[in-house]
């Protein structure tokens, strides 16, 4: 499985962003698709999960109302899109492979990350 990460960029408080995921190789759709995020001096954090079939997810609460997962099965691509950036978004941004759970170590696949910058 291979998870290529794009999307990321420098902007404004306030502004949107849209990250894309792109998958490819054998049985990728297997796995739940998590996104993460670590902010600089942070832990890695949790942001949702979206699986392929169902288009199922959830949203840590506090992220509910501003990001939301979604995906695009034609393209093999999961995406976030992210709305009323704050500075505190600041993060390197990764997709994930795996259980759909929020537990790093249930993820055996992972993208490079793409770093989003939001300025004050």
């Known amino acids: 499985v291979q998870l290529q990460a794009s999307g990321g960029g420098l902007v404004q408080a306030g502004a949107s962003l849209r990250l894309s995921c792109a998958a490819s190789g054998r049985a990728f759709r297997r796995y739940a698709m998590g996104w993460f995020r670590r902010a600089p001096g942070a832990e890695r954090e949790f942001v949702g999960p979206?699986?392929?079939?169902?288009?199922?997810?959830y949203y840590v609460d506090s992220l509910k109302g501003r990001f939301t997962l979604s995906r695009d099965n034609a393209k093999n691509t999961v995406n976030l899109q992210m709305n009323s950036l704050e500075p505190e978004d600041t993060a390197v941004y990764y997709c994930?492979?795996?259980?759909?759970?929020?537990?790093?170590?249930?993820?055996?696949?992972w993208g490079q990350g793409t770093l989003v910058t939001v300025s004050s």
């Open positions: 994930a492979a795996g259980s759909g759970t929020p537990r790093l170590d249930e993820y055996a696949f």
């Open positions: 979206i699986t392929w079939n169902s288009g199922s997810t």
